[in-house]
């Protein structure tokens, strides 16, 4: 029997230096930034940064407990900066 997972790649160029956030009037109450506050609200569900590639990773899950995260992230954003988070990761399901 097959498993089907899914898992969360934040690739470096979905979140964009911070520098180009500011410039772009994307600070969030508090000055913190955009990227900063979607890293935290990632780590709040588990991700970690993986330096081999690159990337910030959620790890996998089941799919329901994998949307429920997502949901959990794009609130947590949405929240801390007031307004309707934009996408900004990928999705893989893996099969094992």
Known sequence: ???MFCAIVIATLALPG????????K???GGQN???????CMKQQGAYYDAAE???IIPP???TIMSSRIDAVYNCVAQRTGRRAEPF???RTIYH
Not at 34 to 40: F, K
């Open 1 to 3: 029997m097959r498993r």
């Open 18 to 25: 911070s520098d180009a956030l500011a410039q772009h009037g």
């Open 27 to 29: 600070r969030a109450p």
């Open 34 to 40: 955009l990227r900063t506050i979607q890293i935290e």
């Open 89 to 91: 990761m990928q999705e």
């Open 61 to 63: 899950a089941p799919p």
């Open 54 to 56: 690159k990337k910030w």
